[in-house]
C-alpha cells in the first residue's frame, strides 16, 4: 500500500493566522520595551520649570493670561521640550529675563541640535549687557546651523565693534552668501565699514553703490558713500 506524504511537523500555531499573531506580539512587545526605556531614560523635567513670577497676579491681565497658559502648556507635556522654549520667548518678550534664561537653557540642554536656543540665549545676554557672553552663543548658533545669517550678521557686529576686523570681514561676508537680499545689504554695508577703517576709499564704493542705488532712504548708506567720494 503507497504511503501518503508525511504529516507537516509544523505546529499549527505558526500557520498563517499563527505567524501573523506572533508578529503582532512581537512588535507589541518591541513597542512596550520602547516606550518604557523612553520614560526611564528621557526624565521629566517639568519640575525645572520656574514657578511663575508673584508679580504678575498684579500686572497686566493680558500678560498674565498669556504666561499662565504658556507655563501650563509646558508642564503639561512634559516631554515635549518645544512648549518649554515658547514659555522662555514668552518671559523674554516681557522682560523676565531670570526665567527666560532658565528656560532657554533647560531647551538648549534637552534638544542640543536646534540652533534656536543656543541663539535666543544670545540675544536675552546681549539685551541684559553680557556682550561677553554673547559671542560663544553665536558660535554655538553657528555649529548647529552655519548658514543663519543673523547669527552671522550679529557676530560680524560684534567682532567689528571689538576691532576684530578680519573676523568680522569673514563673518558679513558669509552673511552675505547666506541671507537674502535684505541682509546682503547690511552684510554689505559691514564690509564697507571695514575698508573705511582701511582708509580703502575705492572698495567702499564698490561695497556701497549697488545697496545705496536700492536703499535710497538707507541714510548711513549714503552718507558712508559721500566719505569716500570725498576722499578720493
Known amino acids: 500500500m503507497k504511503k501518503g506524504p508525511p504529516e507537516s511537523s509544523v505546529s499549527p500555531a505558526f500557520g498563517k493566522g499563527g505567524t501573523i499573531r506572533w508578529l503582532l506580539l512581537s512588535l507589541g512587545l518591541a513597542l512596550g520595551i520602547l516606550l518604557v526605556s523612553f520614560f526611564i531614560f528621557w526624565p521629566d523635567f517639568s519640575g525645572r520649570i520656574p514657578p511663575l513670577p508673584s508679580d504678575i497676579k498684579i500686572g497686566k491681565p493680558s500678560l498674565r493670561s498669556q504666561l499662565e497658559s504658556a507655563d501650563a502648556k509646558a508642564r503639561s507635556a512634559p516631554f515635549q ?3 518649554v522654549g515658547r514659555l522662555a520667548m514668552v518671559y523674554h518678550a516681557n522682560q523676565f529675563f531670570e526665567q527666560a534664561e532658565a528656560l532657554y537653557l533647560l531647551a538648549a540642554e ?5 540652533h534656536r536656543w543656543p541663539y535666543c540665549l544670545a540675544l536675552l545676554k546681549e539685551e541684559t549687557g553680557w556682550e561677553k557672553e554673547t559671542a560663544p552663543w553665536l558660535e554655538k548658533t553657528l555649529s548647529l546651523q552655519p548658514r543663519y545669517y543673523p547669527a552671522l550678521q550679529k557676530l560680524a557686529e560684534i567682532f567689528y565693534k571689538q576691532e576684530r576686523l578680519e573676523e568680522a570681514e569673514r563673518y558679513y561676508r558669509q552673511s552675505a552668501e547666506a541671507g537674502g537680499r535684505e541682509s546682503a545689504c547690511q552684510a554689505f ?3 564697507a565699514r571695514i575698508e573705511a577703517r582701511r582708509k580703502n576709499w575705492s572698495r567702499v564704493v564698490d561695497y556701497l553703490a549697488g545697496p545705496s542705488r536700492d536703499n535710497p532712504r538707507i541714510r548711513t548708506l ?3 558713500l559721500q566719505e569716500a567720494y570725498s576722499a578720493l
Open 110 to 114: 534637552y534638544a542640543p541640535g536646534d
Open 222 to 224: 549714503h552718507q558712508l
Open 189 to 191: 554695508a559691514g564690509l
Open 81 to 83: 521640550i518645544e512648549n
